[in-house]
Nanobody, 116 residues
Framework: QVQLEESGGGQVQPGGSLRLSCVASGSIFGIASMGWYRQAPGKQRELVVIITTIGGSTNYADSVKGRFIISRDNDKNTVYLQMNNLKPEDTAVYYC?????????WGKGTLVTVSS
């Protein structure tokens, strides 16, 4: 089993920045990728960005390209999401995600609210 714990959510004004962190623990050997999904009120959960453990390949949603940056620290089993130029439509619960041997793992989520 893999446990994922997010931190760093909160409220920010439009144009502001936040950084989310996600620490993986438990059976972390073999995690192929980690990343972030989000779910806005009344909408389905959607991909934000994924990064592979080996090689560091990334896949960003078009809506966040140029504004969000994912990074990873494999020694700390942690991924980060730097969110810049935040918009009201970025308001959502952000979930950390990991894939390991064909199974998906999720964190409990952290709320990001972009509002003036």
């Amino acid at each position: 089993q893999v446990q994922l714990e997010e931190s760093g959510g909160g409220q920010v004004q439009p144009g502001g920045s936040l950084r989310l962190s996600c620490v993986a623990s438990g059976s972390i050997f073999g995690i192929a990728s980690m990343g972030w999904y989000r779910q806005a009120p009344g909408k389905q959960r959607e991909l934000v960005v994924i990064i592979t453990t080996i090689g560091g390949s990334t896949n960003y949603a078009d809506s966040v390209k140029g504004r969000f940056i994912i990074s990873r620290d494999n020694d700390k089993n942690t991924v980060y999401l730097q969110m810049n130029n935040l918009k009201p439509e970025d308001t959502a619960v952000y979930y950390c995600y990991a894939a390991r041997y064909g199974r998906d793992y999720w964190g409990k989520g952290t709320l990001v609210t972009v509002s003036s």
